[in-house]
C-alpha cells in the first residue's frame, strides 16, 4: 500500500531463532501498530505506538517485542520464534486524533511468516 | 462473550442483489466503528467508517449504526462478483486501537 511498506513479505524461519519484521512508512502517522491474523482469529493486537519511544502491549503481545526510534519505523521482533507464532503480520497507521474520533487504518502489505 | 461478533458466513448471494453484513459489538462505549475489505492474500482496505446512529451512505455502499442496540451494518446494492471478499467489522474508543472481528466471507454469484 502507498506510504506503508512492511519487510520482508515472506519469512521461514526455525524455532528458538529470533525475528525482526519492519514496518516504513512515509506518511508522518503518529500512530502505528502490528497486529496478527490467523484464522478463526481475525486480527489480533500485538503492540502499538503512539510516538517516538511510545509504545503499549496489546493483546497477544507475550514473546514480542517492539521498538520506535523514529517516527517511520516500528519494528515488531519475535525474541525465540516458536510455531504458535506462524501467521501473517499487519501493520497498521493511522492520523492523530481529533478528540475521541478514530479516523481508521491504513495497512501494510503483510509479512507470512513460518515458524518450523 | 467476544468484543465483535460477526458470523463467519460464506453470505452467498446473487449477483444484483443486496448482501447484508452485520456485527454486533459489547462496548457500550465505542465511538467510531469500520468495515474493512480483505480480498484473499491481501491486506484490510478500509471501505467505510461510521460515528453516529443512523445511515450513512457511499456508492453502492451504507453502513448502519444503532448504539443502542450495539449493532452496525453494512449493505451492498448490486452486488458483483468482485464484492466477494471477507468483510471486517470493528470498532474505536477513545485512544485505544482498533478491535476487529472475525470476519463474513462474501460470496457473489455471477
Known amino acids: 500500500d502507498a506510504g506503508i511498506t512492511q519487510s520482508p513479505r515472506h519469512k521461514v524461519t526455525e524455532t528458538g531463532t529470533p525475528v525482526t519484521l519492519r514496518c516504513h512508512q512515509t506518511?508522518?502517522?503518529?500512530?502505528m501498530y502490528w497486529y496478527r491474523q490467523d484464522p478463526g482469529h481475525g486480527l489480533r493486537l500485538i503492540h502499538y505506538?503512539?510516538?517516538?519511544?511510545?509504545?503499549d502491549k496489546g493483546e497477544v503481545s507475550d514473546g514480542y517485542s517492539v521498538s520506535r526510534s523514529k517516527t517511520e519505523d516500528f519494528l515488531l521482533t519475535l525474541e525465540s520464534a516458536t510455531s504458535s507464532q506462524t501467521s501473517v503480520y499487519f501493520c497498521?497507521?493511522?492520523?492523530?486524533?481529533?478528540?475521541?474520533?478514530?479516523?481508521?487504518?491504513?495497512f501494510g502489505s503483510g509479512t507470512r511468516l513460518t515458524v518450523v | 462473550q467476544k468484543e465483535v461478533e460477526q458470523n463467519s458466513g460464506p453470505l452467498s448471494v446473487p449477483e444484483g442483489a443486496i448482501a447484508s453484513l452485520n456485527c454486533t459489538y459489547s462496548?457500550?462505549?465505542?465511538?467510531?466503528f469500520f468495515w474493512y475489505r480483505q480480498y484473499s492474500g491481501k491486506s484490510p482496505e478500509l471501505i467505510m467508517s461510521?460515528?453516529?446512529?443512523g445511515d450513512k451512505e457511499d456508492g453502492r455502499f451504507t453502513a448502519q449504526l444503532n448504539k443502542a442496540s450495539q449493532y452496525v451494518s453494512l449493505l451492498i446494492r448490486d452486488s458483483q462478483p468482485s464484492d466477494s471478499a471477507t468483510y471486517l467489522c470493528?470498532?474505536?474508543?477513545?485512544?485505544?486501537?482498533?478491535?476487529f472481528g472475525s470476519g463474513t466471507r462474501l460470496q457473489v454469484q455471477p
Open positions: 497498521a497507521i493511522s492520523e492523530s486524533r481529533s478528540g475521541e474520533a478514530n479516523y481508521g487504518y491504513t
Open positions: 506518511e508522518n502517522h503518529r500512530y
Open positions: 505506538s503512539y510516538g517516538v519511544k511510545d509504545t
Open positions: 462496548d457500550r462505549g465505542s465511538q467510531s
Open positions: 461510521i460515528y453516529s446512529n
Open positions: 470493528a470498532y474505536g474508543k477513545g485512544r485505544r486501537a482498533l478491535t
